[in-house]
């Protein structure tokens, strides 16, 4: 293909006008292009994302032309309409059920017209095209619209747009526009061109939106400065990620549908059992085999010393290195790196039926299998059935791109498990059709989403408990999602899809019905699955392997077929997840923990803001004041602790039993009045026994179970329970947590926050702790002490100074104080306000009614026990 550009300068140094002819000779029959327009696209609203593509195109040959538009479209991404306009006549696109959309085109074939769907040897990507053969002077518009669901991989999601317009066009624009309601935490265009765009993309970025544009002009798509060649050949990529405030992920319900997003951080990773079952029965050879052996030593030498591992290959025969996984240690990695270097790629047929049956009587239930197949000519289809069995995941090893990149970016995906079990429950019955809603694992820096339906007349808000087991705790995850919190949003946004919702409930169900099609266990069933996928194809208006495209002109005489390619058996082409379904009521049995006798614990199922608190309990509050019932003379003791920022307070300290509460002071912003008021601002709580610390602050919620932590929010509403089930703490999303050990003690820490501006105020903690018997009869602390009652008495009432405030003495411990009649506040019932507590005030840091004097329960350390001499 010859292309020839003639440039002539003139300069006229007549005093006169002159005129200037520019005359030159084309071969005969030469296609002189005119420039096209070349539009593409793109809306996500909360990672449903629509794409169209335009191209305009006029033969200015004075020959008929064969005008070609091809498309390279994300693999699993779904067509929904497609539209031609050739000399005036439009072809429009309808969905017909394959058999049906085939009888159709072979009555009215359309002449010098093809059109298709076909896989593409590229990574994960399919080619629509359309071939057109038009006259001289003829126009002719194509328009290709397709969605797809994007998948956050390695902390971030990508759109890619895969721009070829085959020329250079006048017109040439990709807009790209993101509406994420969680919020925007970065976004990022890298550079895919080798620099000759530098500086084409324009990014606007908001906190909810952003724009990006990529508009280069003729002369920057040139390959060089006289080159007809266009440049833009390629992908432009979108990188970004949203804000996460709430570890229960983000509910989001509009017109009938809702999605939930859960894609939690802060947690230790939980061992592997990993078995890396390698495909080698394709043509793999030489260098690129060389890679994979390379990239599987590397993947190798990054498990940890506490994974388990083997691995198996395969080409016709299946062979192990080892019967049994294996702890990750030095000896046995190295072993299983010369196992790997001496595999040998052998192409020949392969027993499918006899390994897969061998892999699942071995296999545990606690191993994931994860599977590789190298090589294009590898039975995929296979390994992702073997993965999707045995709770792992496949990845096809392509031989035409970079191997060693291929396999590592792969196992980055699944290198860090941070939960197991993971279950979504509703437990409202007007919730309905959820998707796959039970996880084997869940992987850092990816998402699970799960999708269904409600009923907007019977339900003002949907509920959702997430259980889950983490490295050292059990996990359970509370969310309410209002049915209105969305429609003012996505008003206000003309780019916004109203529908994405819908599209994203249709796209995960269909996506999982096909994959469950595929291990369909008898006829009867495989039937009752295809008709679902058909019947929601069709209402969807969409291309699955079970419908077809039928392209016609008005007249219904000339037609096209575009078929979708052969089917992928995988769910979800580029999510992580295929799960199950199980009964989306169906809370586990542990995720129900029995009301204590102290304070009643609120039961799955049940609000968790509606738990009544006891009406006696000793508590810190404020600066710090301290409120201590003596349950047998029935009577509230008050005292406060003016100390300084930074010292830590022993609570309570009961080595015997194991048991420790310290809290740690923070001060105001600057005094008032000469003094600097000091708060808790943070508390420590650990039970030797079961080796638990827990670390509460005004930010966070942090479980330790040795090494392993797990780390909560107060935007959270969760329960968390150590591996025992011994240990539970529960939050109320901004407003409590409650520790309760053994069922039978719990303790209480409310949040109190501040304006963020407040000249002087701090957000702080107040503590709440019942009078129980259950520590040891040595226990001590500031309130530790008065779980053995000290006997008290109060006589002689008087006026006090302030009329309003009587005094009175007080016997205590052998010693007699004066005291003073006051009020504190519980801040449990009334956050803001609070309930009042009348009780009697001692002086001086509660000098004569605690042992010692207050600076002797100072300790070093958050988790220090008391030491008196």
Known sequence: MANTIIQSKLVNNSPQPQNVVFDVQIPKGAFISNFSIYKVQSTITSRMANTIIQSKLVNNSPQPQNVVFDVQIPKGAFISNFSMTVDGTTFTSSIKERTVGRALYSQARAKGKTAGLVRSKALDMENFRTEVNILPGVKVQFELQYQEVKWRKLGSYEHRLHLQPGRLAKHLEVDV????????????????????????????????????????????????????????????????????????????????????????????????????????????????????????????????????????????????????????????????????????????????????????????????????????????????????????????????????????????????????????????????????????????GSEIVVAGKYDPEKLEQIQSVITATSASTELVLETLAQMDDLEDFLSKDKHADPDFTKKLWAYLTINQLLAERSLAPTAAAKRKITKTILQMSLEHHIVTPLTAMVIENAAGDERMLADSPPQDHSCCAGALYYGSKVAPASVPSWANPSPTPIIPMPVLGARVLESTPPPHVMRVENDPHFIIYLPKSQKNICFNIDSEPGKILNLVSDPESGILVNGQLIGAKKPKNGKLSTYFGKLGFYFQSEDVKIEISTETITLSHGSRTSTLSWSDTAHVVNQRQVVLVSVKKEKTVTVTLDKNMSFSVLLHRVWKKHPINVDFLGIYIPPTNKFSPNVHGLIGQFMNEPKIRIFNERPGKDPKKPEASMEVKGRKLTVTRGVQK????????????????????????????????????????????
């Open 177 to 444: 526009w993101i509406i994420e309601p969680q919020g925007m935490r970065f976004l990022h265009v890298p550079d895919t061109f080798e620099g000759h765009f530098d500086g084409v993309p324009v990014i606007s970025k908001g906190q909810q939106k952003a724009h990006v544009s990529f508009k280069p002009t003729v002369a920057q798509q040139r390959k060089c400065s006289n080159c007809s060649d266009t440049a833009v050949d390629g992908e432009l990529v979108v990188m970004y990620d949203v804000n996460r405030e709430e570890k229960a992920g983000e509910l989001e319900v509009f017109n009938g549908y809702f999605v939930h997003f859960f894609a939690p951080d802060n947690l230790d990773p939980i061992p592997k059992n990993i078995l890396f079952v390698i495909d080698v029965s394709g043509s793999m050879w030489g260098i690129k085999m060389k890679q994979t052996v390379e990239a599987m030593k590397t993947i190798l030498d990054d498990l940890r010393a506490e994974d388990q591992f083997s691995v198996v290959d395969f080409n016709h025969n299946i062979r192990t290195w080892r019967n049994d996984l294996v702890s990750a240690t030095k000896a046995q990695v190295a072993d299983a790196k010369k196992y790997i270097e001496k595999i040998q790629p052998n192409g020949g047929e392969l027993k499918s039926s006899k390994i897969q049956k061998n892999v699942k009587q071995n296999i545990q239930d606690n191993i994931s299998l994860f599977s590789l197949g190298i090589g294009f000519d590898v039975d995929y289809d296979f390994l992702k059935r073997l993965s999707n069995e045995n709770r792992g995941i496949a990845q096809r090893i392509y031989g035409n791109q970079d191997t060693s990149s291929q396999l590592k970016k792969f196992y980055n995906q699944v290198s860090t498990p941070l939960l197991r079990n993971v279950q979504f429950n509703y437990p409202h019955t007007s919730v309905t059709d959820v998707t796959q809603n039970s996880f084997y694992n869940y992987f850092g």
């Open 826 to 869: 519980d801040y449990r019932t009334d956050i803001v306000l609070g309930t009042d507590v009348p009780c009697w005030f001692v002086h001086n840091s509660g000098k004569g009614f605690i042992d010692r004097h207050y600076k002797d329960y100072f300790v070093p350390q958050l988790y220090s026990f008391l030491r008196w001499s």
